[in-house]
């Protein structure tokens, strides 16, 4: 069995394909798997580096208005659905699974053209143009969010990676903390900002780095490949560990006892899975969904909110610092936070996807 699984751009998208690629290998080594991406996305990098090929479609991305850029859509639409087609007809595909993201509308349109089963996921709350477009174009409408409007919708989930959903939080985490160069008995604060950093978190954390070494809180702060920082904190004790990028998220999460983070779906599907607490700072732009991604969470008591205009060492300070210097609360958010994961949408995905390849 052929399967080509469409989805690129940004780890949202390409984390959950590849947790897809890794359950159906699970399932049956001798399936293939091609994944679509373009030049200009992540998978360039994660999908070679987990074992699977990458094949190229250009780039289309849709106005949201009318622009002259408008006018140029239909004519490379037309040949990325030709280069998407070109693909699976290589590969003789079986199915096509589209995760979202500017390869995925190509993706879908070619295989409707060939009569070639397609299976949509959508990761958000709030549905992107792609695969709004999929989902009419197919029954099969999978979602990682309950309240996701589209057709045909089934709740499963969102695929993850089983280097962190099978973790052992607790005892993995003194190994997790050497590894960062960090202190086995430190309350530990892990900062992020999705796999591309976030300035305005950077910032807050950095700025309140002087007191959180006071209080005893030691940070491993992932700032993003593309971010630098003007002032490093001094070396001292406790520290404060800043790298570019991690690969290893697994261990970036057995080190840490709470997190200060955007609220990206897949960012809020793994933390529930290995149920870590946050602070949960939603992207300011765009369309709302990552409020919605965080607030099932926050209700649960597995984490708190802040805006992002709101967010400042100030707030660190009076906010987040308490809750960490108070060992029960951190226990009792992190168990909230584990009831709302899901660990198993990987496999239910992939079994689905053998189904309707099937028939």
């Known amino acids: 069995m052929r399967v080509v699984l469409a989805g690129g751009g940004t780890a949202g998208h390409i984390e959950p394909a590849l947790a897809l690629a890794d359950a159906l290998r699970e399932i049956d080594s001798a399936i293939g798997i091609t994944c679509l991406g373009t030049e200009r996305g992540l998978e360039t990098r994660l999908v070679p ?29 037309a040949g990325a659905i030709g280069v998407a087609g070109g693909i699976l007809d290589r590969v003789k595909a079986d199915v096509l699974v589209g995760f979202g993201g500017y390869v995925a509308t190509p993706g879908y349109l070619a295989a409707r053209r060939r009569g070639i089963p397609i299976v949509v996921h959508e990761a958000n709350p709030r549905p992107g143009l792609a ?10 409408v999978f979602t990682g969010h309950p309240d996701t409007p589209l057709p045909n ?7 993850l990676r089983r280097d962190i959903v099978n973790m052992d939080r607790m005892a993995l985490g003194d190994k997790a903390r050497s590894y960062f160069g960090l202190e086995s008995d430190r309350v530990t604060l892990l900062v992020f900002g999705g796999s591309q950093g976030a300035r305005s978190i950077n910032k807050a954390a950095l700025d309140a780095a002087p007191r959180l070494r006071e209080a005893g809180i030691q940070v491993l702060h992932v700032i993003g490949p593309k971010n630098t920082v003007e002032k490093e904190p ?21 080190a840490a006892d709470f997190v200060l983070c955007r609220s990206g779906a897949l960012t809020c599907a793994e933390l529930t899975a290995v149920g870590l607490p946050a602070a949960y700072v939603p992207l300011p732009h765009g369309n709302g969904e990552q409020r919605l991604n965080a607030q099932p969470i926050v209700q649960a008591g597995g984490g708190i909110m802040v805006e992002d205009a709101e967010l400042s060492a100030d707030w660190i300070i009076e906010t987040l610092l308490p809750i960490l210097n108070d060992p029960e609360r951190v226990v009792a958010m992190s168990e909230a936070a584990s009831r709302m994961g899901r660990k198993d949408a990987d496999v239910a995905l992939a079994r689905k996807v053998l189904e309707i390849a099937s028939k």
């Open 153 to 159: 919708a089934q709740y499963i989930g969102i695929p």
């Open 234 to 254: 001094p070396p001292g004790d406790p520290q404060y560990v800043i790298l570019p990028y991690i690969d290893r998220m697994d261990l970036a999460y057995a």
């Open 49 to 77: 580096a987990r074992g699977y090929e990458l094949e190229l479609v250009p780039a289309v991305p849709l106005p949201r208005s009318l622009t002259p850029q408008l006018l140029t859509v239909p004519g490379r639409l």
């Open 131 to 140: 695969n709004r477009l999929g989902a009419r174009l197919t029954e099969h």
